[in-house]
């Protein structure tokens, strides 16, 4: 049903910034929580922030401070401004989607890699 198109995964080094977009394909339901997983390497996927379409926002304490989540209603994009990035922010970054039928989504994921 709904598409999740992510972008802006890369390789960048310790304390650089990268902005991370997702954007959601038009479905009849409206989209409710919009937000980022990830998961690194031999580990549980993890959550790293979400938010809500009234704006309210939830991030993992590792991230808090560094991270930004944001959205666009109109385009139903989300968006992860992530900065101070560190070698354990590495992983695959998940783009997740929750429609107002309670029905879930994941996209493809976007590799992040921080390494010097």
């Known amino acids: 049903q709904v598409r999740l198109v992510e972008s802006g995964g890369g390789l960048v080094q310790p304390g650089e910034s990268l902005r991370l977009s997702c954007a959601a394909s038009e479905n009849r339901f409206v989209v409710n929580v919009m937000g980022w997983y990830r998961q690194a390497p031999e580990k549980q996927r993890e959550l790293v922030a979400t938010i809500t379409r009234g704006f309210s926002t939830n991030y993992a304490d590792s991230v808090k401070g560094r991270f930004t989540i944001s959205r666009d209603n109109a385009k139903n994009t989300v968006y992860l401004q992530m900065i101070s990035l560190q070698p354990e922010d590495t992983a695959i970054y998940y783009c997740?989607?929750?429609?107002?039928?309670?029905?879930?989504?994941w996209g493809k994921g976007t590799l992040v890699t921080v390494s010097s």
């Open positions: 997740y989607v929750k429609l107002y039928n309670d029905m879930d989504y």
